[in-house]
């Protein structure tokens, strides 16, 4: 076996398992259209095609109205849309950038007008109901315009969770940068290393539950910690997130697993157009002032904080071979299958100055000449009690 049919091979067999992988991802999503179809005279029209295309992938799905004209269109990853609605006697209904959220259900009704099918009735300004009609849940969805945008602690996106209606919690940070603790609860508090935080345990109440009762999901996966309640064992990196919904009360029966917040993370996704990022923090102790504060005779400092995140990401249409009688050749997944990768890493270490006393060598000797016998002595002069002393004032 030559080594080209061997990375053949090996192409082929990595493009089936990124597509079975994105298409177990794409079947997690919860999100849906739905509405009803009717004439100027509020007459519900049965049978009407129903067309949704998704803009960035190109992927489109189809349905028909049900003979009480109500149509619904399920498995949707969030983003921008267009919807179009048709039926023989009635002009063609096409609703431009229709926004559907993660894990939420969209209430678009559509009016058809009597006309020829071949004329088009375009909608350009498309804003969903005023009020929520499809549930009672009070939720907000954290978009990934404001996850790249707004400060967060650790880049963590968990930290905006604060933004949702019906949520409060304690966001301060103690001298030290860790987080501090709700009142009366356990745990290993927020995230004090970024979002290699192993059980990042927010601290956020909703519904007037504690924060263990908080429940975590990634791409429909819990990722909820079994050691402590209310902890995510995954926190992920901006550039991996597309959209959280958070909900804070009133459920449906899908999320009963907890009381309290209800916090659902969508993975991005790739496109049809290739996009990446990059970025990098870099903080080091050269680059901070020493403060000439610190007290009578004592030594200046500074802040010796050597830090380096950095990270990135990149998605695309997959390619995958195509064998014809030219050869093989290769084709683009577009409006197909898509690939997409984030990392994210963290390099730090620190390095500071301290006051202390310790005992001289001159010191010990002269406690251990007084009291030979006493257990101070016993105890300087036992082995491996010597201080690592570099220099003494």
């Given at each position: 076996m030559?080594?080209?049919?061997?990375?053949?091979?090996r192409?082929?067999t990595?493009?089936?398992l990124?597509?079975?992988a994105?298409?177990s991802a794409r079947g997690q999503?919860t999100?849906?259209?739905?509405g009803?179809?009717?004439?100027?005279?509020g007459?519900?029209?049965?049978?009407?095609?129903?067309?949704?295309?998704?803009?960035?992938t190109g992927?489109?799905?189809?349905?028909?109205t049900s003979g009480?004209?109500?149509?619904r269109i399920?498995?949707?990853a969030p983003?921008?849309?267009?919807?179009?609605?048709?039926?023989?006697g009635?002009?063609?209904q096409?609703?431009?950038d229709?926004?559907?959220?993660a894990?939420?259900?969209?209430?678009m009704?559509?009016?058809?007008?009597?006309?020829?099918?071949?004329?088009?009735?375009?909608v350009?300004?498309?804003?969903?109901?005023a009020?929520?009609?499809?549930?009672?849940?009070?939720?907000?969805?954290?978009?990934?315009?404001e996850?790249?945008?707004?400060p967060?602690?650790?880049r963590?996106?968990?930290?905006?969770?604060r933004?949702?209606p019906?949520?409060?919690?304690?966001?301060s940070?103690?001298?030290?940068?860790?987080?501090v603790n709700l009142?009366?609860?356990?745990g290993?508090?927020?995230?004090?290393?970024?979002?290699?935080?192993?059980?990042n345990?927010?601290?956020?109440?909703?519904?007037?539950?504690r924060l263990?009762?908080?429940?975590f999901q990634i791409?429909?996966v819990?990722?909820?910690?079994?050691n402590?309640?209310?902890?995510?064992?995954v926190?992920?990196n901006?550039?991996?997130?597309?959209?959280v919904?958070?909900?804070?009360s009133?459920y449906?029966?899908?999320?009963?697993?907890?009381?309290g917040?209800?916090?659902k993370?969508?993975s991005?996704?790739?496109?049809?157009?290739?996009?990446?990022?990059?970025?990098?923090k870099?903080?080091s102790?050269?680059?901070?002032?020493?403060?000439?504060?610190n007290?009578?005779g004592a030594p200046t400092v500074?802040?010796?904080?050597?830090i380096?995140?950095f990270?990135?990401?990149?998605?695309?249409?997959?390619?995958f071979p195509?064998?014809?009688?030219?050869g093989?050749?290769?084709?683009?997944?577009?409006?197909?299958?898509?690939?997409f990768i984030s990392?994210?890493?963290?390099?730090?270490?620190t390095?500071g100055?301290?006051?202390?006393?310790?005992?001289?060598?001159?010191?010990?000797?002269?406690?251990?000449?007084i009291r030979?016998?006493?257990v101070?002595a016993?105890i300087l002069?036992s082995?491996?009690?010597?201080?690592?002393?570099i220099?003494v004032?």
């Amino acid at each position: 076996m030559n080594h080209a049919l061997v990375n053949l091979i090996r192409i082929s067999t990595c493009g089936l398992l990124l597509l079975v992988a994105v298409t177990s991802a794409r079947g997690q999503f919860t999100a849906a259209v739905q509405g009803t179809i009717s004439d100027s005279t509020g007459g519900l029209i049965p049978d009407a095609m129903v067309t949704l295309t998704n803009k960035a992938t190109g992927q489109v799905k189809t349905t028909s109205t049900s003979g009480d004209g109500f149509y619904r269109i399920s498995g949707l990853a969030p983003g921008n849309y267009t919807l179009s609605a048709e039926k023989e006697g009635f002009k063609k209904q096409l609703l431009e950038d229709v926004v559907v959220n993660a894990e939420a259900a969209q209430g678009m009704d559509i009016m058809l007008t009597t006309g020829e099918v071949s004329e088009t009735v375009t909608v350009t300004d498309v804003t969903g109901q005023a009020l929520e009609t499809e549930n009672g849940n009070v939720s907000r969805a954290l978009t990934t315009l404001e996850i790249r945008q707004l400060p967060q602690v650790g880049r963590d996106p968990y930290e905006l969770l604060r933004l949702t209606p019906g949520v409060f919690g304690d966001g301060s940070r103690g001298s030290n940068g860790g987080a501090v603790n709700l009142p009366n609860t356990t745990g290993p508090g927020g995230s004090n290393n970024s979002i290699f935080q192993t059980e990042n345990q927010v601290q956020i109440s909703a519904n007037g539950q504690r924060l263990s009762s908080n429940n975590f999901q990634i791409d429909g996966v819990s990722v909820n910690s079994f050691n402590w309640g209310g902890a995510a064992l995954v926190t992920p990196n901006q550039e991996s997130v597309k959209e959280v919904r958070v909900l804070s009360s009133t459920y449906s029966a899908e999320d009963g697993r907890n009381s309290g917040a209800q916090i659902k993370v969508v993975s991005q996704d790739g496109t049809n157009d290739f996009h990446g990022s990059a970025f990098i923090k870099y903080n080091s102790p050269k680059q901070n002032a020493f403060n000439k504060f610190n007290g009578p005779g004592a030594p200046t400092v500074r802040v010796n904080d050597y830090i380096r995140q950095f990270g990135g990401s990149v998605g695309g249409p997959l390619y995958f071979p195509r064998f014809g009688e030219g050869g093989p050749s290769t084709v683009w997944g577009r409006n197909k299958s898509f690939f997409f990768i984030s990392y994210e890493g963290l390099r730090s270490s620190t390095s500071g100055t301290g006051r202390a006393f310790v005992e001289t060598s001159e010191y010990r000797q002269l406690v251990q000449s007084i009291r030979p016998g006493g257990v101070t002595a016993s105890i300087l002069g036992s082995t491996g009690v010597l201080p690592r002393t570099i220099n003494v004032f």
